[in-house]
Nanobody, 124 residues
Framework: QVQLVESGGGLVQAGGSLRLSCAASGRTFSSTVMGWFRQAPGKEREFVANIGWSSGSTWYADSVKGRFTISRDNAKNTVYLQMNSLEPEDTAVYYC?????????????????WGQGTQVSVSS
């Protein structure tokens, strides 16, 4: 089992930045992949980015590429999502997720472990 707790959401103006954190506990292994997803009102949950826990390899959705950066601190068992140049379209609840797999896992159904979510709101 893996437990995930997100933090760092909030309200920011367009063009601003936020950093989300996801603290993981429980059985995290080298084969774990950590992902960030988001869900806006009335929309399906969508993939944002993921990172291999051991390899550090990353993958990004086209909509955030060049603006968001995912990273991890293995010693702290924490994954981060640095979000720059935020746009109103980035407004959503952001979820951290974990799976025993690879960065090819880019759909929510592949991830059995989820955090509670953190709200990110970007005003124009």
């Amino acid at each position: 089992q893996v437990q995930l707790v997100e933090s760092g959401g909030g309200l920011v103006q367009a063009g601003g930045s936020l950093r989300l954190s996801c603290a993981a506990s429980g059985r995290t292994f080298s084969s774990t992949v950590m992902g960030w997803f988001r869900q806006a009102p009335g929309k399906e949950r969508e993939f944002v980015a993921n990172i291999g826990w051991s390899s550090g390899s990353t993958w990004y959705a086209d909509s955030v590429k060049g603006r968001f950066t995912i990273s991890r601190d293995n010693a702290k068992n924490t994954v981060y999502l640095q979000m720059n140049s935020l746009e109103p379209e980035d407004t959503a609840v952001y979820y951290c997720a974990a799976a025993y797999g690879s960065i090819w896992y880019r759909t929510s159904g592949k991830y059995p472990y989820w955090g509670q979510g953190t709200q990110v709101s970007v005003s124009s």
